[in-house]
């Protein structure tokens, strides 16, 4: 009989649908093909001038905006918001409106158009991790801006339109609604308990065991007990802290393992799913709390949501988390 599970966080209710449950293998998609070398691509050597100039990056040698670069981070040569000018926040009768002010920058992960993130060693997954931290500590310092989200897609069928690996970054002079209300569903836990809800979720499913991934002295991969999709996982430091930048040196190391080691795991029991995942943070300008703790979410992409999902806010996923994480678990990689 299929269950209802309630989010602990956000209160959300997701359907397993236990009665129809699926194997890795039961889901209709096309695996995302390796880039080939030599396609034309704006994120290559060579191809540094089809990009506005960077605003970061880790080289070997090269000047600025020229080849001998192992990352490059640059503004977003479409950008959904724009760093220049003032919001100019108004009303127009019953409705508000600002100019579309923030930042929207690509972290192009490594020179090789063929590799994807899980191909980079583990140093080269740190340095995509710093180099996000990078750029949210210099963006945090522009008062106008209010939240940071950091973001991959990886494959057509997540969003992704170029090939070439890369995550992006988007500040935002608001906190998004839905980032709000996972902070205050953390906010209320704390309030009644008096603990962190993430941390409890860290303690209650290391004990349990079966909706844990993998398990290192610093993280914590596991399927989330109500997820909204499929083989949905969070990755969370044991350690809380609200703020993803303010992670230190160890902390970085480690998770760029178990990061590559979780996307490896995904990749070989779903054969090369696309992708997306995010980085959930507290808002840039508020100080550490105690209630919120930083994660990321990772969300293969192998149903789709439909009229039923839009009209209700209700998720149905046809794999409980218990079998995602024996199946997870088991691969071994």
Not at 101 to 130: C, K, N, R, T, Y
Not at 201 to 210: D, K, P
Not at 253 to 270: E, I, P, Q, Y
Not at 274 to 296: D, G, L, R
Request: aromatic content about 10%; some cysteine; glycine content about 6%.
């Amino acid at each position: 009989m299929p269950e209802l599970r309630k989010d602990p966080v956000t209160g959300r209710w997701v359907i397993i649908a236990t009665d129809r449950a699926r194997r890795p293998s039961d889901f209709s998609r096309e695996p995302v093909p390796k880039p080939r070398e030599g396609s034309p691509c704006p994120f290559c050597y060579g191809a540094e001038h089809k990009t506005p100039p960077e605003v970061l990056a880790y080289r070997q040698g090269g000047g600025p905006n020229q080849s001998g670069w192992t990352l490059r981070v640059v503004p977003n040569k479409f950008p959904a918001l724009e760093i220049e000018g003032n919001l100019n926040r108004e009303g127009e009768g019953m409705f508000d409106r600002m100019n579309g002010l923030g930042a929207h920058e690509v972290i192009v992960e490594s020179p090789s158009h063929s590799a994807s993130l899980i191909d980079l060693s583990e140093g080269q997954v740190e340095d995509v991790l710093w180099a996000c931290r990078e750029r949210i500590v210099d963006l945090k310092r522009d008062q106008r801006l209010r939240f940071i989200v950091v973001f991959k897609n990886h494959g057509s069928a997540a969003g992704a339109s170029i090939e070439h690996s890369h995550c992006q970054l988007i500040a935002l002079p608001v906190t998004p609604k839905r980032v709000r209300e996972e902070i205050d569903g953390a906010r209320g836990y704390f309030a009644f308990r008096e603990r962190c809800v993430f941390c409890d979720i860290i303690h209650q499913e290391s004990n349990a065991g079966v909706r844990m991934v993998t398990e290192t002295e610093h993280f914590a991969a596991l399927e989330p007990y109500a997820p909204r999709f499929p083989f949905e996982t969070w990755i969370l430091p044991k350690a809380h802290q609200s703020h993803f930048e303010d992670a230190d040196a160890s902390c970085f190391a480690n998770l760029a393992w178990v990061l590559k080691s979780t996307l490896r795991k995904l990749d070989k029991v779903l054969e090369q799913p696309a992708y997306n995942f995010v980085i959930h943070s507290s808002p840039i300008q508020e100080a550490q709390t105690q209630h919120y703790h930083w994660h990321i979410e990772i969300i293969p992409r192998l149903t789709r949501i439909a009229g039923f999902e839009w009209a209700t806010g209700f998720y149905i996923n046809p794999t409980p988390p218990e079998e995602a994480a024996k199946f997870l678990r088991e691969v071994g990689v």
